[in-house]
C-alpha cells in the first residue's frame, strides 16, 4: 500500500513550466505503476500520463504534444510529471496514483490516490 502526496502546482504565465511531484510514501514504491491525472474546471477526471514499475515504461495523453514528460525515482519514492509550454487549457487539478506493476489510463484501474495539486495558467 502507497499514500501518494502531490506537490508542485501553482499558478503561472502561458508559456512557463511546473514540475510537478508526488511522494507515494509505503511499501514497495519500486512495483507500482504511477498515473497522473487532471480535473479541469466543471470537466471530467482524464488520463495524462503514465510509468510503469519499469521505468522506460511510459504513456501520454494524446493532448501531451511532446509539453509532458513523466518520470520517477524509486530511491526518493517520487513520480515528477514536467509541464512545459503550459497553456490556460491546462488549468485543473493534477492528481497522482497509484497501481500494480503495469500502466492503466483509467480512473478505476487504480487503486490509491493523493488529495491533487493545482494548477493555474494565466493568458
Known amino acids: 500500500q502507497v499514500q501518494p502526496v502531490e506537490s508542485g502546482g501553482g499558478l503561472v504565465q502561458a508559456g512557463g513550466s511546473l514540475r510537478l511531484s508526488c511522494v507515494a510514501s509505503g511499501r514497495l514504491f519500486s512495483t507500482y505503476a504511477m498515473g497522473w491525472f487532471r480535473q479541469p474546471p466543471g470537466k471530467e477526471r482524464e488520463f495524462v500520463a503514465a510509468?510503469?514499475?519499469?521505468?522506460?515504461?511510459?504513456d501520454y495523453a494524446d493532448f501531451a504534444e511532446d509539453r509532458l514528460t513523466i518520470s520517477r525515482d524509486n530511491r526518493k519514492d517520487t513520480v515528477y510529471l514536467q509541464i512545459d509550454n503550459l497553456q490556460p487549457e491546462d488549468t485543473a487539478i493534477y492528481y497522482c496514483?497509484?497501481?500494480?506493476?503495469?500502466?492503466?489510463?483509467?480512473?478505476?484501474?487504480?487503486?490509491?490516490w493523493g488529495q491533487g495539486t493545482q494548477v493555474t495558467v494565466s493568458s
Open positions: 510509468i510503469g514499475w519499469i521505468e522506460r515504461i511510459t
Open positions: 496514483a497509484a497501481r500494480p506493476r503495469e500502466i492503466g489510463y483509467q480512473i478505476g484501474q487504480y487503486n490509491y
